[in-house]
């Protein structure tokens, strides 16, 4: 049978993700297995199922296991864009491109056992298109919190790393599931999901090319769900100290200030003097200092004195990509202070920021 070059690449990159390539203690965690008209990988933490489009291989029936790396390679390196399929009778594909010849030895291993332990069933739940930009909303890059990766309990979708808190409101229902930031940013990779189900440990998507993405799911029952959906829920917005849009300018402000910032707790903390005319942005290390003052877009009607607030630049600059809009509340008492806090909002999602006291530092 005669394959495509291209078109088997593409499903092998696709494939990629439930790739293991480090050390691998997983039996054909590190293989591409083809079986029942598609190729699977399968790390015990991420499963990719690819339907075959080659028609060639289709016919064929093609079955058996081979080492992904060494497949790949030799795969992307062949000379043509046609490749010559053959399946022999001791066990091995051999492969003819141009002058190159390869074999290429199956792997003796019970894949079908393993696959079967995926229990993907017919029971999919449709996914709306705010699917996807919950996940876009409530991912944190660089979170590690035990409380890392994004929970989903019916309309909520959280996230936190301990200093803030991301809620995203559904327009359709989910069952609860607590997935992993690394399993979050390969979903969002794949860009059209609009199935899901969840079978056992593991939480199933389909897009609309019938790629099933897998991935293992979290202990969901260890999630403080119910204290912090409390925290959002009681936040009092009318008793804010001040409700008003972030200037545009600020962001591009944090980012320069950053060079210089502070290092409390092991967060890159900057200072907001915030004033009825404008946010003074500055921050100090002993390399040197910063300072910018941002005037506010639309005037401050309430009246209020100076206030200094530290706030965590990455974090900041972050949400206030999502929205301008903000309330600063009261928060928590510590080392004495009452410690504000930033509420940002949408029509969609809320969320809540820490900030912090150079006490602590």
């Known amino acids: 049978m005669i394959i495509q070059k291209k078109e088997l690449l593409e499903s092998l990159k696709a494939c990629m993700p439930g790739i293991e390539t480090g050390s691998v203690t997983l039996q054909g965690a590190d293989t591409f297995v083809f079986h029942d008209g598609k190729i699977f990988t399968y790390n015990d933490s991420v499963s990719v199922t690819i339907p075959i489009k080659n028609e060639s291989l289709l016919e064929e029936g093609l079955e058996g296991c081979v080492k992904a790396e060494e497949f790949f390679k030799i ?12 399946v022999t009778e001791n066990n091995t594909w051999l492969l003819k ?17 393993r696959l079967k332990n995926l229990n993907v069933g017919d029971d999919w739940i449709d996914l709306d298109d705010d699917f996807i930009s919950a996940m876009n909303v409530c991912r ?29 409101m559904l327009k359709s229902e989910l ?12 979903l969002l990779k794949l860009g059209d999901l609009k199935k899901m189900q969840i079978s056992g440990s593991w939480v199933h998507f389909q897009t609309d090319n019938e790629v099933i993405f897998s991935v293992k799911t ?5 999630y403080p769900y119910d204290k912090l959906k409390k925290i959002i829920d009681s936040t009092d917005l009318k008793k804010s100290e001040l409700h008003a849009n972030f200037p545009k300018e600020l962001s591009s402000a944090i980012d320069r200030a950053i060079s210089f910032s502070m290092n409390v707790l092991e967060h890159p903390v900057v200072r907001l003097i915030i004033s009825k005319d404008k946010i ?55 080392n004495g202070k009452a410690i504000p806090r930033m509420f940002f909002v949408t029509e969609s999602s809320k969320h809540l920021i820490c900030t912090f006291d150079l006490d602590e530092e």
């Open 75 to 86: 795969i992307s390196k062949l000379p043509a864009d046609e490749i010559k399929f053959l």
């Open 280 to 334: 003074e942005v500055s921050s100090e290390r002993s390399s040197g200092k910063y300072n910018e003052k941002v005037a506010w877009e639309k005037e401050i009607e309430s009246e209020f004195e100076p206030f200094i607030i530290y706030v965590d630049a990455q974090m900041i600059q972050s949400i206030s990509q999502k929205t301008a809009e903000f309330y600063l509340v009261k928060g928590p008492i510590r």
């Open 175 to 186: 069952p609860v599931f607590w997935v992993s930031d690394n399993s979050i940013n390969e």
């Open 218 to 222: 979290l202990n969901s029952d260890s």
């Open 97 to 113: 491109c141009g002058k190159a010849k390869v074999e290429m030895n199956l792997l003796d291993f019970d894949f079908e056992s």
């Open 140 to 168: 944190m890059s660089g979170n590690k919190s035990q409380l890392s990766g994004i929970y989903f309990n019916g309309k909520d979708v959280l996230s936190t790393d301990g200093n803030q808190v991301n809620l995203y």
